[in-house]
């Protein structure tokens, strides 16, 4: 099969990276790809959200299957646009509808799916500008810590947690009236905050049946000790020690199962992954967020533990055949430690040359935010590598990158040495 991944970052590497270990995998092809993804495929220089340019090369490449990375792209319908055009409808498209997609693209819409579907999640009430009132009214119910989201896709930093009630009132009003995340905050979801430990559960499904991936635990803030910023992720940790198989066995009845089901009960064409992002309170599982595609850095984690062939799982996902198809897991634990730019996640400077990823051998460097320039790899975004060893235990693998990472240079770079601290 020829095969047209969309997207460019450390994901879309460890997923190029997999899809190439199998034998039905002719040709890979990445749009738009990095520095990472042009060693082992074709880069191609389309952007993921120009669907009429996609066309014209799955057309001249004679391309028989598309898997979507970003989340961009599903909201915005390239499933659909597949699905509906003649020349392309023969062609299987990894990634949810548009409706679907709306389980990532709008709060919202994603806890009036949980709700309906007795899935167990925070308590919320969504407001716009015209009911700002009510929602400042709506945040004296509940107790500090107060959790304001921007209803749509703010690029993993629409969300904000703070104390103090009246600066959550002020912080309302700045997303709602001052379009503090742009479109994204024309709706604001307010939920009482859930105190756990968070873990971050993945599922394929062809619509109607389902397989789940190994659990991994990815780590959000800049700073050390998960203080400062929130960023992309910074680093990720498979499995995850404390989801017991009892807490899993939780995970698949109170979770996955309906979730799957309300798939079905609602008629959602739904063909991809499924990121379950989830709070541990207790014993109990709740789910903070859906993802409509692979998390990053987590897939740096979990694609290194499947063992299946990847294309003949996208394969069975697109014939609807997937309760036919064996998960094999690798036992190993894996762990990735981002390396980032330096200024990052606010203003960092693109363009350093990167050294030193030819004596990396023990561990796996996937491409984050790089460029070729002159035939040299070069920073091209915040999250630069993302750097993934094996281990009997997460604690031996943690050890491993941290080495991978000393024999790599570039201005400015920065990773945070406590990953998995809090293990």
């Given at each position: 099969?020829?095969?047209?991944?969309?997207?460019?970052?450390?994901?879309?590497?460890?997923?190029?990276?997999?899809?190439?270990?199998?034998?039905?995998?002719?040709?890979?092809?990445?749009?738009?790809?990095?520095?990472?993804?042009?060693?082992?495929?074709?880069?191609?220089?389309?952007?993921?959200?120009?669907?009429?340019?996609?066309?014209?090369?799955?057309?001249?490449?004679?391309?028989?299957?598309?898997?979507?990375?970003?989340?961009?792209?599903?909201?915005?319908?390239?499933?659909?646009?597949?699905?509906?055009?003649?020349?392309?409808?023969?062609?299987?498209?990894?990634?949810?509808?548009?409706?679907?997609?709306?389980?990532?693209?709008?709060?919202?819409?994603?806890?009036?799916?949980?709700?309906?579907?007795?899935?167990?999640?925070?308590?919320?009430?969504?407001?716009?500008?015209?009911?700002?009132?009510?929602?400042?009214?709506?945040?004296?119910?509940?107790?500090?810590?107060?959790?304001?989201?921007?209803?749509?896709?703010?690029?993993?930093?629409?969300?904000?947690?703070?104390?103090?009630?009246?600066?959550?009132?002020?912080?309302?009003?700045?997303?709602?009236?001052?379009?503090?995340?742009?479109?994204?905050?024309?709706?604001?979801?307010?939920?009482?905050?859930?105190?756990?430990?968070?873990?971050?559960?993945?599922?394929?499904?062809?619509?109607?049946?389902?397989?789940?991936?190994?659990?991994?635990?990815?780590?959000?803030?800049?700073?050390?000790?998960?203080?400062?910023?929130?960023?992309?992720?910074?680093?990720?940790?498979?499995?995850?020690?404390?989801?017991?198989?009892?807490?899993?066995?939780?995970?698949?009845?109170?979770?996955?199962?309906?979730?799957?089901?309300?798939?079905?009960?609602?008629?959602?064409?739904?063909?991809?992954?499924?990121?379950?992002?989830?709070?541990?309170?207790?014993?109990?599982?709740?789910?903070?967020?859906?993802?409509?595609?692979?998390?990053?850095?987590?897939?740096?984690?979990?694609?290194?533990?499947?063992?299946?062939?990847?294309v003949q799982i996208f394969k069975a996902i697109g014939s609807e055949t997937l309760n036919q198809v064996e998960l094999d897991i690798d036992e190993r634990a894996a762990t990735t430690?981002?390396?980032?730019?330096?200024?990052?996640?606010?203003?960092?400077?693109?363009?350093?040359?990167?050294?030193?990823?030819?004596?990396?051998?023990?561990?796996?460097?996937?491409?984050?935010?790089?460029?070729?320039?002159?035939?040299?790899?070069?920073?091209?975004?915040?999250?630069?590598?993302?750097?993934?060893?094996?281990?009997?235990?997460?604690?031996?693998?943690?050890?491993?990158?941290?080495?991978?990472?000393?024999?790599?240079?570039?201005?400015?770079?920065?990773?945070?040495?406590?990953?998995?601290?809090?293990?």
């Amino acid at each position: 099969m020829n095969i047209l991944l969309l997207g460019s970052g450390g994901r879309e590497h460890a997923l190029a990276w997999k899809m190439l270990q199998s034998e039905h995998c002719n040709k890979l092809y990445v749009a738009p790809g990095n520095a990472g993804t042009a060693a082992i495929a074709t880069n191609l220089n389309v952007n993921p959200n120009n669907f009429s340019a996609i066309k014209q090369q799955v057309l001249a490449l004679d391309i028989n299957m598309v898997v979507v990375g970003p989340e961009d792209p599903l909201v915005n319908g390239v499933y659909d646009f597949f699905k509906n055009d003649a020349d392309l409808k023969h062609i299987p498209v990894i990634g949810p509808s548009k409706y679907a997609a709306q389980l990532e693209g709008s709060k919202e819409f994603a806890k009036e799916f949980l709700v309906k579907n007795n899935i167990p999640t925070a308590r919320y009430q969504a407001f716009t500008k015209d009911t700002i009132e009510a929602g400042c009214e709506f945040l004296t119910t509940l107790k500090a810590p107060y959790v304001l989201k921007a209803d749509g896709l703010a690029a993993g930093k629409g969300v904000l947690i703070l104390n103090d009630l009246a600066e959550a009132q002020q912080e309302l009003r700045n997303m709602l009236v001052d379009a503090k995340f742009g479109d994204a905050s024309s709706k604001v979801v307010i939920e009482e905050f859930l105190d756990g430990i968070e873990l971050s559960c993945f599922v394929l499904t062809d619509g109607k049946s389902y397989k789940i991936l190994p659990t991994a635990k990815d780590y959000k803030r800049i700073g050390e000790g998960d203080t400062g910023l929130n960023t992309g992720g910074m680093g990720a940790v498979s499995p995850v020690p404390f989801a017991t198989p009892e807490f899993l066995q939780k995970v698949e009845e109170r979770v996955v199962k309906p979730t799957i089901q309300g798939f079905i009960n609602d008629n959602i064409d739904y063909k991809g992954f499924v990121f379950i992002g989830l709070i541990k309170v207790g014993d109990d599982p709740f789910v903070i967020e859906y993802n409509v595609r692979m998390g990053d850095p987590e897939t740096e984690v979990v694609m290194p533990r499947l063992k299946s062939d990847l294309v003949q799982i996208f394969k069975a996902i697109g014939s609807e055949t997937l309760n036919q198809v064996e998960l094999d897991i690798d036992e190993r634990a894996a762990t990735t430690i981002m390396v980032v730019s330096g200024g990052y996640p606010e203003d960092y400077e693109k363009g350093k040359v990167i050294t030193g990823l030819e004596n990396v051998t023990d561990s796996i460097v996937f491409h984050a935010g790089t460029a070729l320039q002159n035939n040299e790899v070069v920073t091209n975004g915040g999250r630069v590598l993302a750097v993934t060893s094996y281990g009997e235990t997460f604690n031996e693998a943690i050890k491993k990158s941290y080495q991978a990472i000393e024999k790599i240079k570039f201005d400015n770079m920065y990773f945070r040495k406590d990953i998995g601290f809090d293990l």
